[in-house]
């Protein structure tokens, strides 16, 4: 009898869940041997963590059990964190173990992008995961409370930067904006006292989106009391705050860096030809010169031909590449040499701005205000759908449409 | 007309709210001008401070807005935080302002001792007012949050050092040992990383106690993990935890301070002949050689000649030296010479242990467990009665008994 074939998935992200799904639910299984490996022994919904972050949300909503979804009699799990990739050896080096694989899924996601700026590493917070936006919220929270304790009030404890006006600052700002009036009813802070700042490099807030939904968001955000500054580099982030381009500096104890990411570490440390931290993939979603080895999620660098610029690191197109991989792999593990090309399919892109406002796109409709936020409510409700199905959504969905 | 005489009351502590209830309801409010003085403009109960700050109650529930207890058409109200008394020119020097009185009732409350030992005002907390105990609470969670995102795990995050084993320290560790498995779940951390440590520098636990009792409430605080170190003074709080005497060192993040307290430095100030902050006051609760200022609650000594020692400062003995000074004052006003003297009626002492677990005495009947808390819930909601009513009682009493 031939030994079974080894598939090693690394990362239950958004990408590693629905393939692992997906090839429990197929002959895959049956056919081969699949580990599955992540540092935790929970999946956790990166795009969901703004509010948990803000204090919007329990994160304890964000995140499931991997084995309430993933049957471990079908995939085995190792739960562990990896270091490194040896594609010659066909070998992962995880923190305390390696293993073998015959065809690998990289599904690292990404890491926070500082673009070399000092101090981001050292005084800004990231929204990242579960353990780290906790930190957030508690900080937050931690500052409020420290205000009225002091003789000689310290401003710079209510003022928040959040540096980085795209999609995840601004969703981030947004719920941190719904937040603050409860905090300050929680710990007797008058609402003038707390400062907001969006802090944008580029030309605009939301790059990439439509001028009017750019202009909506930002009213709708104004009118909360953020205040933004575009078209300003942040230069250095210090104990005190934030250092702006022009020798500006503003005084917090709280900046949260938002300013886009980075593909994951390990794939420059095992020795993959990649940009920022992503590689380049085939068609077919297989590293180029490995074709043992998929890559999906935000290490994957995808473009897209009409602008020529690649596709941004998305749950959508992870979800989407999961569903290709596992076809893909499906076909090579029954021996087919044919494997199916990726094609992206963007459905649209909405962002929540806390409470029930949001703004985005949906196929080449424009919408905003609360009909975008059921729409956003219910692309997240979507994606538990295909992990889970029906009970995942009533467990852990966002049911509160109105 | 006469011009009517001046009643200002310094503090809204116990004595101070039951006091001017009393005022708002006699006739004295007609007859005199009454100014009720406070930092702020709510009041606490500083027995439930334990609650908040260990995050088993909400802060909210330990404090009512002054107005919603007297009338403030009946009795004025100034907020600002009282400097100094000058009891040769009758006035009180606020930091806003200055007030004359003809009567004075100071009832300003008490501050942590800290017997000299070197760091405790830099590196401790004290469970004293809401805007200190929210500190505490918010401390401790931030510390549970940051735990798991530490590459290099810090252990004294976990570790709580209670110095003081009296009635408030031990109440204190009793919630917060039972606050511990709540947020070991909600922040992934393993209950025996989490230290707690009473330490005591007295030859027991709960000095003044029935030794029976002590054992019941040390057995109920060691089964949840409490770590007693009695009859160890801690020689000196550092930023990395406490020192003992005779060298060990435990590292901590958190030092709370619970070994006593000393009367108002306000009363230092004046000039009152004083000890460790407290007036010995006479027969009718006024200070010696000032027939115009009464003491009430933590700044008045009161002997009890049984034993010879002074009554500990206690919200019961608080609360009845308002009754008396309330007889008192009205007299005064009326223009009698013959005032009230006061008798303590120490109808009993409960500890809460937090959870459904008591010890106390009431009368004279040794009390524990479960009854013992429903009594302390009883006692709790009593003055509550007693300062508002049933209404009061509904609104914030602790009405879940079982």
């Given at each position: ?246 020798g500006e500096e503003i005084h917090s104890n709280t900046v949260v860096w938002t300013t886009g990411v980075r593909g994951n570490s390990v794939i420059e440390k095992s020795g993959f030809e990649s940009m ?127």
């Amino acid at each position: 009898m031939k030994q079974k074939q080894k598939i090693v998935i690394l990362g239950a992200g958004y990408g590693g869940m629905i393939l692992a799904a997906r090839l429990q639910k197929s002959t895959v299984y049956r056919d081969a041997q699949i580990t599955l490996v992540n540092k935790h022994n929970y999946h956790y919904q990166t795009t969901w963590l703004h509010e948990p972050a803000a204090g919007t949300m329990h994160p304890e909503k964000t995140r499931m059990k991997i084995d309430s979804v993933i049957d471990f009699n079908k995939i085995s799990f190792v739960k562990d964190t990896v270091l490194e990739v040896k594609p010659e050896e066909r070998k992962v080096v995880l923190e305390n173990a390696e293993l073998d694989y015959d065809i690998l899924v990289v599904g690292l996601g990404s890491e926070p992008e500082t673009f070399g700026i000092p101090g981001v590493h050292e005084h800004a917070f990231a929204i990242r995961s579960v353990n780290s936006v906790r930190v957030i919220r508690e900080h937050i929270e931690y500052n409020f409370a420290n205000y009225n304790k002091q003789d000689e009030k310290d401003d710079s404890l209510l003022t928040f930067i959040v540096a980085g006006a795209g999609f995840t600052g601004i969703e981030f700002i947004g719920e941190l904006s719904e937040r603050i009036p409860e905090l300050c009813e929680e710990y007797d802070i008058p609402r003038e006292k707390v400062k907001l700042y969006s802090v944008e490099a580029a030309p605009t807030a939301l790059p990439g989106f439509d001028e009017e939904l750019v202009e909506y968001a930002m009213n709708v955000l104004e009118s909360r009391g953020v205040e933004f500054k575009i078209n300003t580099p942040i230069e250095e982030v210090t104990a005190q705050g934030v250092r702006l381009k022009g020798g500006e500096e503003i005084h917090s104890n709280t900046v949260v860096w938002t300013t886009g990411v980075r593909g994951n570490s390990v794939i420059e440390k095992s020795g993959f030809e990649s940009m920022r931290g992503r590689i380049k993939v085939e068609k077919d979603l297989r590293a180029p010169g490995h074709e043992d080895v998929f890559v999906i999620g935000d290490c994957a660098l995808i473009i897209n031909e009409e602008i020529n610029r690649p596709y941004p690191p998305t749950a959508q197109i992870a979800i989407q590449q999961a569903y290709t991989a596992a076809n893909n792999i499906k076909a090579l593990i029954e021996g087919k040499k044919d494997l199916e090309a990726f094609k992206p399919d963007i459905k649209g892109t909405v962002a929540s701005l806390g409470g029930k406002e949001a703004i985005g796109v949906v196929g080449s409709r424009k919408v905003y205000g609360n009909s975008a936020s059921v729409v956003k409510k219910m692309i997240d409700n979507r994606y538990l759908f295909l992990l889970g199905g029906m009970p995942l959504v009533l467990k852990k969905g966002k049911l509160k449409f109105f």
